[in-house]
C-alpha cells in the first residue's frame, strides 16, 4: 500500500481513562485528519450492558473506531454490530493490553498464544458487519517472541479477514510487569514491524510505540502504511495538531482558537449534566511545553465546578486575540453542536 493511499497515516492509540468522547472531541479539533479510537470496551459490557450508552460519541469524531476488548466470537460480532450501528467507521480488536485484568478475562495481549481464537473472532466479525475489523497487537508475548511467532500470527489473522493491523513494536511480558512498564521496558524493535510489512505487502500496517518526534514518526512512514500516537500525544495535544500540519497541510489553530472551539461543547454537556472537570481535565496539556504550561495547569486545577468554570475559561479564550480570529480552519466546520 503506498503512504498516499492510507486512512490511517496518523491516529491516536485506545487509552483506557483517557480516549473517552469529550477527549476525542477535543483532538478532532486539534486534528482533523487523525484516526481517533475510543477506550476499550469489553464485550460483556456490550452484550450484557446498555450500548447505547457506552457507545455514544459525536458525529465530529468521525473517523473513529471502537476498540473491543473479548475473545468469544459471538460475543465479538455481536458487540460489532452494535458499533456498527452506532456509527463506527472501524472494529478494532484488543490483542496487546497485558494487564492482569484483561488477562483474567481471556483478552488483551494473552490472546496471542492463541492466533486461531483470535481468527475465528476476526472472522465472526468480519461476517457481522461491513465496516472494516482491524487487529492491535505486540511483537509476542513472554518467550514466544520470534519473528516466526508474529509472522504466523498475523497470517492467521489475515487469512480470517484482517486487512489492518496495529503494532506496539514491543512484546509484552505478561508476569512480572505493570502495565506501565510493559509499555517501557520491553525493548522497542521497529525492523520486526518493517519486515512484516515487506512480508505482507497488501497489508495496512501500523506502528505504535516510543514516537515522540516528527522526525521519528516521518522516518516511520518510509517503511510503514501509518503511525498511532498515544500518551505522548495526550501529554502534549498541540503536537498533535502540528503534526496533522505536517502530514496533511492544513494549518493548525491557535491553542486559544482550539480552546474557544471547544467551548460550545462544554455548554452542551454541561446541560445534559456531564462534569466540567471530567472533560476539562484533557485540556491540561494544551500549553505544555509552554512558558505558561504550569500556571495554566493550576488554573485548571482551581476551575470552579459548573457554569462559573466555563464562564471562567471563555474569559480566558476571550481574552487572547487568537481566540477572535477569523481565519478559516479546515477542522472547525466538523464541529457538530448536534444534541
Not at 27 to 45: F, H, K, S, V
Not at 180 to 201: F, T
Request: charge should be neutral; hydrophobic fraction near 40%; charged fraction near 20%.
Amino acid at each position: 500500500m503506498n503512504l498516499s493511499d492510507s486512512k490511517r497515516r496518523l491516529s491516536v492509540a485506545p487509552m483506557m481513562e483517557r480516549t473517552d468522547r469529550h477527549c476525542r472531541f477535543l483532538l478532532r479539533l486539534l486534528a482533523p485528519n487523525a484516526w481517533l479510537y475510543t477506550e476499550m470496551i469489553t464485550t460483556a459490557a456490550l452484550v450484557r450492558g446498555d450500548p447505547e450508552h457506552l457507545l455514544q460519541f459525536d458525529q465530529s469524531e468521525h473517523p473513529v473506531a471502537l476498540q473491543l476488548g473479548g475473545s468469544d466470537p459471538a460475543e465479538l460480532a455481536q458487540a460489532a454490530r452494535y458499533g456498527q450501528d452506532a456509527g463506527y467507521d472501524e472494529i478494532n480488536l484488543n490483542v496487546g493490553c497485558p494487564s492482569d485484568r484483561v488477562q483474567a478475562g481471556r483478552f488483551g495481549a494473552v490472546l496471542m498464544a492463541e492466533p486461531q481464537q483470535v481468527a475465528a473472532g476476526v472472522a465472526a466479525m468480519s461476517d457481522a458487519v461491513d465496516v472494516p475489523v482491524t487487529v492491535k497487537t505486540r511483537l509476542g508475548i513472554d518467550n514466544q517472541d520470534s519473528y516466526e511467532f508474529l509472522h504466523s500470527f498475523v497470517g492467521a489473522v489475515t487469512e480470517a479477514g484482517c486487512r489492518t493491523i496495529i503494532v506496539h513494536a514491543r512484546k509484552a511480558w505478561l508476569r512480572g510487569l505493570s502495565p506501565k512498564q510493559n509499555r517501557e521496558v520491553p525493548p522497542l524493535d521497529y525492523a520486526r514491524v518493517y519486515r512484516l510489512k515487506d512480508d505482507y505487502p497488501q497489508l495496512e500496517v501500523i506502528i505504535n510505540g516510543g514516537l515522540m518526534s516528527e522526525e521519528q514518526i516521518l522516518t516511520q512512514l518510509e517503511h510503514v502504511d501509518g503511525v498511532m500516537l498515544g500518551r505522548h500525544a495526550y501529554r502534549h495535544p498541540y503536537w498533535l495538531a502540528q503534526l496533522d500540519h505536517v502530514l496533511f497541510g492544513a494549518p493548525p489553530p491557535s491553542r486559544e482558537r482550539v480552546l474557544a472551539m471547544f467551548l460550545p461543547y462544554l455548554r452542551r454537556e454541561l446541560s445534559k449534566g456531564t462534569s466540567l472537570k471530567s472533560m476539562t481535565r484533557h485540556l491540561l496539556g494544551l500549553y505544555s511545553g509552554q512558558p505558561v504550561g504550569r500556571r495554566w495547569r493550576r488554573f485548571l486545577a482551581e476551575l470552579p465546578h459548573g457554569e462559573p468554570g466555563l464562564t471562567a475559561l471563555q474569559e480566558h479564550a476571550v481574552a487572547n486575540p487568537a481566540a477572535r480570529s477569523s481565519a478559516p480552519y479546515r477542522g472547525q466546520a466538523a464541529v457538530s453542536t448536534a444534541g
